[in-house]
């Protein structure tokens, strides 16, 4: 049994995938409460009576283009409490920033992979129904290693750049130090260079964006 | 002494009695009969023809064939135009791509306006000018052999020229010194006019049309675009099958084997099932990578910045992108350098040794511009990529150019530039 029971809609045009994940919810006693098939289906299940967690995939009907990203975002701008989990076929940062551009908090970006490994998947989902920041490691890595060799991360040394990774996945010091297989001080004491020499303020749950909007500034 | 560009400017030399361009005018205006005759001798047969066969449809096809006479009495006419007219008569034809087949450019050829032209001037060739220059020209090239040779026909024979009577070789020298000059001065103006005004009239029908060379050249961009376009949605419609089909079905293996696992106890079948989900997710790994080199979906919802930059992230050395485009572009000239950016980045991280790499775009008075620079080795051979090939022929299509510049021990340089839009 989780933690807590969420009430959760999923948005999701492949009949295939909304079933595997609806079962995979089920399992972990969540609630589905309505599956739709596009964008603004999204959007009005949402609106008539708002969930904890919605789930929706990048690409939908009609224009199988980025709808759900653009149900996301209205859905964030109407009601922030709401927690949004974005499944992506991509390992596309430019969805990410998109999503990061107007929001703190209370998302996720996670490849469809990702899914499929269900006591993870399930973790990124509490952490999203709690206001946190996941961002799929693929896609972190991909964002620190274009970087690797101008602006300030450049005075990162290799550690402080594989704890900054797992911060981006939206870890938390103690898993980041079962991680690594170090103890959580010496995850502190990264961390507080990290922030340091990215001039940045050490904050809680925001730790991600913030960082995952740093490196985009950086673009 | 320059040489005249036309009849017409022949006509005003001072020298012109001296110089070729009398014998030219004869020549050009007595060649017209073999071409005339030739011409409406072909037509009315196969006028003639037609009319028999009109009854069954294969007459009423031999008329729709015409337009192809134009095409070979214009090709015959303009090269001999070139007797009077040294520059010659441009073809209004449009030039056609070497991989048209030949009945595609009989069909093309039939259909266009030039062809129905050069038809219109061989009726009127094979019905009026050959007979009208013909008949003075015949004459003047009689009346000119006549009075050359009037001291020796007057010596044998008398010989009447009009109340004048020659019968001594005295009288046809005389006649010769006192009436041949002047008839060469008259005929040769009037015959060196006959023939400008032929030509003018055959570069006139002739001739290329300057709107008809911008529509021509409209036209064939146009077919080369849809060629691309097609191209383009083909890609698309791959990307689609492969995103809504198999690697759906793949996302939902791993998330059935994700299940399972989560059942099993440990042991050997549990092994296996974890070995299938890597297996299953490497899959998905490599098709995902293969869908984005077949048609990148960043460049399709976001454009040509973010999916640049996407490809920028995954090579394997730093690569610096400095883009800075007004709006989206349309959707073929995006692909087209996206691909030119992917294609090229890709030889720099196998080919140059590059430790950097710097890609920029920007607009350029109506013209997309993008250069993928990197500090490599150099002495890049154009010939050696067979990617950049099939990029060059798409820029083409575009209107569009590529450029290399690579000197041995580098920097090597790659330019793009290409229209904004498709239709200037």
């Known amino acids: 049994m989780p933690a807590r029971r969420l009430s959760i809609v999923l948005a999701e045009d492949s009949m295939l995938l909304r079933e595997g994940l609806a079962s995979i919810l089920d399992r972990a006693g969540h609630e589905v409460r309505d599956a739709v098939g596009d964008g603004d289906a999204l959007l009005a299940v949402v609106r008539k009576s708002p969930p904890d967690v919605v789930i929706t995939d990048v690409r939908m009907p009609?224009?199988?283009?980025?709808?759900?990203?653009?149900?996301?975002?209205?859905?964030?701008?109407?009601?922030?409490?709401?927690?949004i989990l974005v499944l992506s076929q991509y390992v596309a940062d430019a969805y990410l920033s998109s999503l990061l551009e107007t929001t703190t908090g209370g998302i996720g970006y996670l490849l469809k992979d990702r899914v499929g490994h269900v006591t993870e998947f399930l973790a990124s989902l509490d952490r999203v129904a709690e206001g946190g920041t996941v961002v799929d490691p693929e896609v972190v890595r991909q964002l620190l290693a274009r970087r690797r060799d101008d602006g300030p991360l450049a005075a990162l040394t290799p550690r402080e750049l594989e704890v900054l990774a797992l911060m981006a996945e939206g870890r938390v010091n103690a898993s980041i130090a079962a991680e690594l297989v170090v103890s959580e001080a010496a995850v502190r004491k990264h961390v507080g260079n990290i922030f340091a020499k990215l001039q940045l303020e050490d904050g809680l749950d925001r730790r991600v964006s913030a960082v995952l909007t740093y490196l985009r500034r950086q673009a | 002494m320059q040489r005249p560009e036309s009849a017409w400017a022949a006509l005003t030399m001072r020298r012109y009695l001296v110089s070729s361009w009398p014998w030219r005018s004869y020549a050009y205006l007595l060649s017209s009969v073999p071409v005339g005759v030739l011409t409406i001798a072909v037509l009315l047969v196969s006028v003639g023809v037609s009319a028999v066969l009109s009854p069954i449809v294969v007459g009423v096809l031999l008329l729709t064939l015409f337009p192809l006479y134009g095409v070979v009495i214009g090709s015959v006419e303009r090269w001999r135009a070139r007797l009077v007219l040294p520059s010659g008569i441009a073809s209004p034809h449009a030039k056609l791509p070497p991989t048209m087949t030949r009945r595609e450019r009989l069909k093309f050829r039939r259909r266009e306006q030039a062809s129905l032209r050069s038809l219109g001037y061989g009726v009127l060739?094979?019905?009026?000018?050959?007979?009208?220059?013909?008949?003075?020209?015949?004459?003047?090239?009689?009346?000119?052999?006549?009075?050359?040779?009037?001291?020796?026909?007057?010596?044998?024979?008398?010989?009447?020229?009009?109340?004048?009577?020659?019968?001594?070789?005295?009288?046809?020298?005389?006649?010769?010194?006192?009436?041949?000059?002047?008839?060469?001065?008259?005929?040769?103006?009037?015959?060196?006019?006959?023939?400008?005004?032929?030509?003018?009239?055959?570069?006139?029908?002739?001739?290329?049309?300057?709107?008809?060379?911008?529509?021509?050249?409209?036209?064939?961009?146009?077919?080369?675009?849809?060629?691309?376009?097609?191209?383009?949605?083909?890609?698309?419609?791959?990307?689609?099958?492969?995103?809504?089909?198999?690697?759906?079905?793949?996302?939902?293996l791993t998330m059935t084997l994700g299940l399972a696992e989560l059942d099993l106890p440990e042991g050997e079948s549990k092994r296996l099932v974890v070995k299938a989900h890597g297996e299953a997710e490497a899959a998905l790994a490599d098709l995902r990578e293969a869908v984005r080199g077949i048609h990148p979906r960043v460049l399709v919802d976001l454009g040509l910045e973010a999916a640049v930059r996407e490809v920028a992230d995954r090579m394997p050395l730093p690569v610096a992108v400095q883009v800075s485009l007004p709006d989206r572009l349309p959707a073929p000239i995006e692909a087209a350098a996206y691909f030119f950016v992917s294609e090229t980045l890709g030889n720099v991280a196998k080919h140059a040794g590059a430790t950097n790499c710097h890609v920029q775009a920007w607009v350029n008075r109506d013209r997309l511009v993008v250069t993928v620079t990197d500090d490599g080795q150099g002495g890049a051979d154009p010939a050696q990529g067979t990617g950049l090939t099939g990029l060059v022929t798409r820029l083409d299509a575009l209107g569009g150019t590529l450029d290399l510049s690579s000197p041995p021990g580098g920097p090597t340089r790659l330019r793009m530039e290409c229209p904004c839009r498709l239709d200037d």
């Not at chain 1, 009609?62 to 927690?83: F, K, N, Q, T």
């Not at chain 2, 009689?142 to 044998?156: F, G, Q, R, S």
């Not at chain 2, 009288?171 to 000059?181: D, I, N, R, S």
């Not at chain 2, 008809?212 to 961009?221: H, I, K």
């Open chain 2, 125 to 252: 060739l094979g019905t009026f000018v050959w007979i009208f220059s013909a008949a003075f020209a015949g004459m003047s090239a009689a009346v000119l052999v006549l009075t050359v040779l009037a001291p020796m026909i007057a010596t044998d024979d008398e010989m009447g020229m009009g109340p004048w009577i020659l019968d001594t070789t005295g009288e046809g020298f005389l006649f010769l010194f006192v009436f041949g000059p002047c008839f060469y001065v008259v005929s040769s103006y009037l015959l060196g006019v006959l023939a400008a005004a032929e030509a003018s009239l055959a570069k006139a029908l002739l001739g290329p049309r300057e709107e008809e060379l911008r529509r021509n050249v409209a036209e064939l961009r146009r077919s080369r675009l849809d060629l691309v376009d097609a191209f383009e949605t083909e890609r698309a419609r791959i990307e689609r099958h492969l995103h809504d089909g198999v690697q759906q079905r793949l996302v939902g």
């Open chain 1, 62 to 83: 009609p224009g199988h283009s980025d709808e759900g990203l653009r149900a996301a975002a209205a859905i964030r701008a109407e009601l922030p409490a709401i927690g």
